[in-house]
């Protein structure tokens, strides 16, 4: 108890020097049922869940809460897809480039950030496959091993069109060991740089 009490005493003192101003209306603590009443004594400001919460783009709870997430998730992005297949019956090469650097990078972030989400991505990647891919080649049907194909990178014969359901497991790995050295020194208290 005492060490998040001083930590939210540091940030509040020392945050500004660095110029990180918190507010604490914006905080969210999220705490172990049986840490709940203690948690809202201490920290009567912030809000303090039971539950879980987004973070920073992620989610940070139960599988329940983190499906609902993602679905909700889901169906923003399942937009933005429609609104490219709208372009791409016009305009091919900017639906696809508007797909390829923009509109995937959000479920990227999200395979990176949020461990065991490629089940729940299975509707995304079905608008992807049915609906956007055939309007942007021109077909009305895009076969299985056609869909593997245009997940190949560029260089390689593909359109880069990643199959989200079958990377993102690997996205989540790869970013746990990309950032191992960091969490560990942060575990540990310790200074690397």
Same mark, same amino acid.
């Given at each position: 108890?005492?060490?998040?009490?001083?930590?939210?005493?540091?940030?509040?003192?020392?945050?500004?020097?660095?110029?990180?101003?918190?507010?604490?209306?914006?905080?969210?603590?999220?705490?172990?049922? &049986?840490?709940? $009443?203690?948690?809202?004594? %201490?920290?009567?400001?912030?809000? !303090?869940?039971?539950? +879980?919460? @987004?973070?920073?783009?992620?989610?940070?709870?139960?599988?329940?809460?983190?499906?609902?997430?993602?679905?909700?998730?889901?169906?923003?992005?399942?937009?933005?897809?429609?609104?490219?297949? &709208?372009?791409? $019956?016009?305009?091919?090469? %900017?639906?696809?480039?508007?797909? !390829?650097?923009?509109? +995937?990078? @959000?479920?990227?972030?999200?395979?990176?950030?949020?461990?065991?989400?490629?089940?729940?991505?299975?509707?995304?990647?079905?608008?992807?496959?049915?609906?956007?891919?055939?309007?942007?080649?021109?077909?009305?049907?895009?076969?299985?091993? %056609?869909?593997?194909?245009?997940?190949?990178?560029?260089?390689?014969?593909?359109?880069?069109?990643?199959?989200?359901?079958?990377?993102?497991?690997?996205?989540?790995?790869?970013?746990?060991?990309?950032?191992?050295?960091?969490?560990?020194?942060?575990?540990?208290?310790?200074?690397?740089?």
């Amino acid at each position: 108890q005492h060490y998040f009490i001083q930590s939210n005493l540091s940030l509040q003192n020392d945050g500004p020097i660095y110029g990180y101003h918190p507010k604490p209306s914006k905080t969210w603590l999220i705490v172990k049922p &049986e840490f709940y $009443s203690v948690a809202t004594e %201490l920290f009567p400001d912030i809000n !303090v869940t039971q539950e +879980s919460h @987004r973070y920073l783009g992620s989610y940070i709870g139960s599988e329940n809460g983190k499906a609902e997430f993602v679905k909700n998730e889901i169906k923003e992005w399942t937009k933005d897809v429609t609104g490219l297949t &709208e372009i791409a $019956s016009s305009e091919p090469q %900017l639906a696809y480039a508007g797909f !390829v650097y923009g509109a +995937s990078k @959000r479920w990227n972030f999200l395979a990176r950030t949020t461990p065991g989400v490629s089940e729940l991505l299975n509707r995304l990647e079905y608008h992807i496959k049915d609906v956007f891919i055939p309007v942007l080649i021109g077909k009305l049907h895009v076969s299985e091993q %056609l869909r593997k194909i245009f997940a190949l990178p560029a260089r390689m014969g593909g359109l880069s069109i990643a199959n989200i359901c079958q990377t993102a497991e690997l996205e989540y790995g790869n970013s746990i060991l990309a950032t191992e050295d960091l969490t560990n020194a942060i575990y540990d208290q310790e200074s690397l740089y």
